[in-house]
């Protein structure tokens, strides 16, 4: 019961709308439906006997079906509001809305597709016709839940090693480079000595080569 009472104020209201309407879907499966007569023992000068029965007094798909969509939804509710994470298709309220609908039309469908009288006629109770407002009113909360809920964000990816490696060497800040450092091919060039200027200018000493040297030694 502290669970519950923990989930039910957790809940918004139109989550409590849906999950009073789901409870009351239940209840209704175990109030009477259809109204059934047989004739007595003395055949058809005796009395009728006439007895009703629940959802559970015939069976079909259609009441196992009813029956899982009204547990489902209140699981789905329990769920929600003790925060466990899972993703729905379209949502909680799309769910919801589509559970309440199915269940409707289920119900609807039942009216025309009632337990065989064996020639008597068969009526509808009133406990039918509260299992068709309760799912009616599962359908319209399951609309304002859609309406008022957040679009859930998107479930990150993990990253594995590699990419986490990959992801740090580029959030990383790089080394500032060092200076460029000559290469062994490039050398120290040694200054170009220039030539003397030949003939010299007026105002310079006169510089001889050798050639000229050996020349004037040989014209001596």
Do not use: C
């Not at 009526?123 to 509260?130: D, M, Y």
């Not at 309406?147 to 479930?155: I, M, T, V, Y």
């Not at 200076?179 to 010299?200: N, V």
């Amino acid at each position: 019961m502290t669970r519950i009472a923990h989930a039910w104020a957790a809940m918004s209201r139109e989550r409590r709308i849906a999950a009073l309407a789901a409870v009351a879907l239940l209840v209704a499966m175990f109030l009477p439906w259809y109204q059934l007569q047989s004739p007595s023992h003395r055949g058809a000068s005796g009395p009728i006997y006439v007895h009703d029965i629940n959802a559970f007094g015939d069976v079909s798909f259609v009441e196992a079906a009813i029956f899982l969509v009204a547990a489902g939804v209140i699981a789905m509710l329990l769920a929600r509001a003790e925060e466990r994470r899972f993703s729905l298709p379209g949502g909680d309220g799309t769910i919801v809305a589509l559970a309440g609908g199915w269940a409707t039309l289920l119900i609807f469908y039942r009216v025309f597709d009632r337990p065989s009288g064996h020639g008597y006629p068969v009526g509808i109770e009133w406990g039918f016709f509260l299992a068709f407002v309760a799912s009616g009113s599962l359908a319209y909360a399951g609309w304002r839940i859609r309406h008022g809920e957040r679009p859930e964000a998107p479930l990150l990816r993990r990253a594995r090693p590699a990419e986490k490696s990959d992801e740090t060497e580029m959030l990383a800040p790089r080394p500032a480079s060092p200076p460029h450092a000559p290469s062994r091919r490039q050398t120290t060039r040694a200054p170009r000595r220039e030539r003397p200027r030949y003939p010299p200018a007026p105002g310079e000493p006169q510089q001889l080569s050798f050639d000229d040297a050996a020349g004037g030694t040989a014209g001596e």
